[in-house]
């Protein structure tokens, strides 16, 4: 069935007003008037662009902290608000002054009506819903134009049309579901909508149960966080705090590796579970750790086991993780109900979806290769550890042993990560020269080139991007574009996102025994060799294809407070004449796909996401809700055809990974999906046609490497 986006929403909305029920106290008052100091003096002195903190900023932080916490405008009352209000021009001298007035009064206020939340929702799921009634009754998701409720009694109604939504949303679902099981067996008994209606709304009464458990694990720390990032915000949307824990994370995330036991973990009750196995990671190799076991306790080595029942997960977390070549000894609860001791020695987790691969195209009588790289990801503490440039040097090597014909960079979603390494893979395809121009605030631009001469692949390339490709996917685009060195072929434009964040471990500034976490902090803006900025306007393909995305609002123009596109003086660079048929090519393609009804299909399809995203009604009854749900589905039905799509390509591995699945039957898996959905993909299909139309001048012929 049809799930629409704004239920999913809403969903996503109940969840997030969980945040903070019961919080710890940690307190540290001395620790967070450091933080606010730091934080202050680091925007103020070093921030690319610095605004004033005067009433009109104060304002701003009161709006973003007040609807972060609250963005339904389920917990606070208006009387609340009235409270709050005496600060509204007040916080940015606060700030100045290290004065957390404010905050705690939020913060205390916000427990308490979260308190209050429980008693609600347990109140209201313990009746049954009566969805006949009321028809025509539509609840409307637009929050931002709802006042705060004026009393408890308009507060709890809230609460109840929520809930009654979610219920409805479950309910259809079950009710779909058994008539399904009774269309394929007519033996089989029916429910009646009564005890559907019980399993629906005790579905809920779950779902929030779940959320309050989770939630109330979060500490004062987290959601003071949320009030420092409300103030970094009001700079531009890529300036963010980091506590010590989200720091951790996102070194992970740049590295693209950990050093564990190679599982993901989940909450489940009071347990620590085991969600997810790391394909090659010590826990895979060992073979006895499964998912779904409960981990009880830990010990490090032949140490004391430790209880870890009941604690935190990111708690349970540090304890399990731990340095390469250390031992770590588990107590779990298998899933079949027994208790195993299971020794593991950690090592280092590659999170194998973060790294460059590549595969073979066959179309035809040629080759042809397909990179996909999902970030330029780099180890800012070990030199010596794989990148994405030593990886991508890897893969074209492969690529060129397999004699392909051509090369198609993927590039969509990749969110950009280190501009040092998106320098050098421009380095790869041209012989030399200016790549991206970097501005300090009140500087000169200064120009980073590629100094190599060597050259790595001289072959044809296009590069595949969409709305989500950012960043340092956008500097490398953008340099590929001016040089007329590859096809730019993908949505309309980029991301938008052409600044340079900092990450400044605070710590390093301020001598104090706790972690205090890190400042991201924008202090560089990107500019194109040829002068433009990639802010907001981000890159423009050569050839536009319009895709889901087309009439979404997720770029960087659609951020809060994002910085201004400008230009600054080109750098000295000389455009190639590469291609002998350039222009010929992309206007070959702009008419295929002018003429494609797949396209003109997704470009209607895209239309109709953006339709049923901007209606923010939502029907309680459920003969309404039924009728809605149907028409939709019948207009998706129109669409269905995009999902038969399939093109002629086909695709296998190169020979080196070939011999590596034989040994890994999971990466088997992993790459058969891949090639699946290759095969479905209409993007590449268009692409592989500009690739086997590129011809280069027989003068641009490179001497290979």
């Known amino acids: 069935m049809l799930s629409k986006l704004k239920y999913i929403f809403l969903l996503v909305i109940l969840g997030g007003l969980m945040l903070g029920f019961q919080v710890k106290n940690d307190e540290d008052p001395e620790k967070e008037k450091i933080l606010l100091s730091l934080i202050r003096y680091a925007l103020t002195k070093g921030h690319y662009e610095p605004i004033q903190m005067n009433d009109e900023f104060s304002e701003k932080v009161y709006d973003e902290f007040l609807n972060n916490l609250d963005p339904s405008k389920r917990l606070f009352l208006q009387q609340d608000i009235d409270e709050f209000s005496q600060y509204k021009y007040l916080i940015d001298d606060q700030i100045k002054n290290e004065d957390l007035t404010f905050f705690n009064l939020v913060y205390e206020k916000y427990?308490?009506?979260?308190?209050?939340?429980?008693?609600?929702?347990?109140?209201?799921?313990?009746?049954?819903?009566?969805?006949?009634?009321?028809?025509?009754?539509?609840?409307?998701?637009?929050?931002?134009?709802k006042p705060y409720a004026a009393n408890e009694a308009e507060l709890i109604q809230t609460w109840r049309d929520q809930l009654k939504i979610t219920t409805l949303t479950r309910l259809y679902d079950k009710i779909e579901l058994d008539e399904n099981r009774f269309e394929k067996d007519s033996s089989y008994t029916k429910s009646s909508?009564?005890?559907?209606e019980i399993e629906a709304r005790e579905g809920t009464l779950k779902?929030?149960?779940?959320?309050?458990?989770?939630?109330?694990?979060?500490?004062?720390?987290?959601?003071?966080?949320?009030?420092?990032?409300?103030?970094t915000l009001g700079f531009d949307p890529h300036t963010s705090y980091f506590a010590p824990k989200d720091k951790k994370r996102f070194d992970i995330s740049m590295a693209g590796k950990l050093e564990g036991i190679g599982a993901r973990l989940r909450k489940k009750d009071d347990y620590t579970t085991v969600d997810e196995l790391i394909s090659g990671g010590p826990a895979w190799r060992g073979g006895e750790l499964e998912v779904g076991d409960a981990i009880l306790k830990v010990a490090q080595g032949d140490g004391e086991p430790i209880d870890i029942i009941g604690m935190r997960l990111d708690d349970a977390i540090e304890f399990i993780k731990g340095k390469k070549g250390t031992e770590v000894k588990l107590t779990v609860l298998k899933i079949d109900g027994s208790l195993k001791v299971i020794s593991i020695v950690r090592d280092i987790v590659e999170i194998d979806e973060t790294f460059a691969k590549s595969t073979i195209i066959k179309k035809g009588d040629k080759k042809y290769g397909l990179i996909e790289l999902p970030k330029f990801y780099i180890d800012f503490n070990e030199k010596d550890y794989r990148n994405s440039t030593t990886d991508m040097e890897l893969e074209i090597e492969r690529l060129k042993k397999e004699n392909v014909d051509g090369i198609l960079l993927d590039l969509r979603n990749n969110g950009g990560g280190s501009l040092k390494t998106a320098i050098e893979i421009a380095g790869l395809f041209i012989k030399e020269g200016p790549v991206v121009q970097v501005k300090y605030r009140?500087?000169?631009?200064?120009?980073?080139?590629?100094?190599?001469?060597?050259?790595?692949?001289?072959?044809?390339?296009?590069?595949?991007?969409?709305?989500?490709?950012?960043?340092?996917?956008?500097?490398?685009?953008?340099?590929?574009?001016?040089?007329?060195?590859?096809?730019?072929?993908?949505?309309?434009?980029?991301?938008?996102?052409?600044?340079?964040?900092?990450?400044?471990?605070?710590?390093?500034?301020?001598?104090?025994?706790?972690?205090l976490g890190a400042l991201k902090m924008t202090i560089q803006k990107f500019y194109?060799?040829?002068?433009?900025?990639?802010?907001i306007e981000g890159v423009t393909s050569d050839i536009a294809m319009p895709d889901r995305y087309s009439y979404m609002?997720?770029?960087?123009?659609?951020?809060?407070?994002?910085?201004?596109?400008?230009?600054?003086?080109?750098?000295?660079?000389?455009?190639?004449?590469?291609?002998?048929?350039?222009?010929?090519?992309?206007?070959?393609?702009?008419?295929?796909?002018?003429?494609?009804?797949?396209?003109?299909?997704?470009?209607?399809?895209?239309?109709?996401?953006?339709?049923?995203?901007?209606?923010?009604?939502?029907?309680?009854?459920?003969d309404d809700y039924k009728k809605e749900i149907t028409t939709r589905e019948n207009e998706a039905k129109l669409f269905d055809k995009l999902n038969d799509y399939k093109n002629d390509l086909e695709f296998y591995s190169p020979a080196y990974e070939i011999a590596?699945?034989?040994?890994?039957?999971?990466?088997?898996?992993?790459?058969?999906?891949?090639?699946?959905?290759?095969?479905?993909?209409?993007?590449?299909?268009?692409a592989i046609n500009v690739l086997s139309s590129l011809k280069i001048r027989k003068e641009n012929l490179l001497v290979k490497n």
């Open 207 to 231: 779902s929030m149960d779940d959320f309050f458990d989770f939630m109330e694990e979060l500490e004062r720390t987290d959601w003071f966080s949320i009030y420092i990032n409300s103030v």
């Open 193 to 196: 909508i009564a005890n559907l």
């Open 553 to 622: 609002e997720i770029g960087e123009r659609d951020e809060k407070n994002p910085l201004e596109w400008d230009k600054v003086a080109p750098a000295n660079y000389i455009p190639l004449n590469y291609y002998e048929n350039f222009s010929t090519v992309i206007n070959e393609s702009k008419q295929r796909i002018l003429e494609n009804e797949n396209f003109k299909l997704i470009d209607e399809n895209a239309k109709w996401l953006k339709a049923g995203r901007d209606d923010d009604s939502v029907h309680l009854n459920f």
């Open 528 to 535: 194109r060799i040829n002068g433009g900025s990639t802010q």
């Open 660 to 686: 590596a699945i034989e040994n890994d039957s999971i990466l088997g898996k992993k790459r058969e999906i891949w090639h699946e959905n290759l095969n479905k993909d209409i993007y590449v299909d268009e």
């Open 442 to 515: 009140d500087e000169k631009p200064v120009v980073k080139s590629d100094t190599d001469k060597k050259v790595q692949y001289d072959g044809p390339l296009v590069v595949l991007v969409n709305e989500l490709s950012a960043s340092a996917s956008e500097i490398f685009a953008a340099a590929m574009q001016d040089y007329n060195r590859a096809v730019i072929l993908g949505s309309k434009q980029t991301f938008g996102k052409g600044t340079v964040q900092n990450l400044l471990p605070l710590n390093n500034y301020y001598k104090y025994e706790d972690d």
């Open 111 to 145: 427990n308490q009506r979260l308190g209050e939340s429980k008693k609600y929702y347990k109140e209201i799921l313990s009746q049954p819903f009566d969805f006949n009634k009321n028809k025509g009754e539509i609840f409307s998701t637009d929050y931002e134009s």
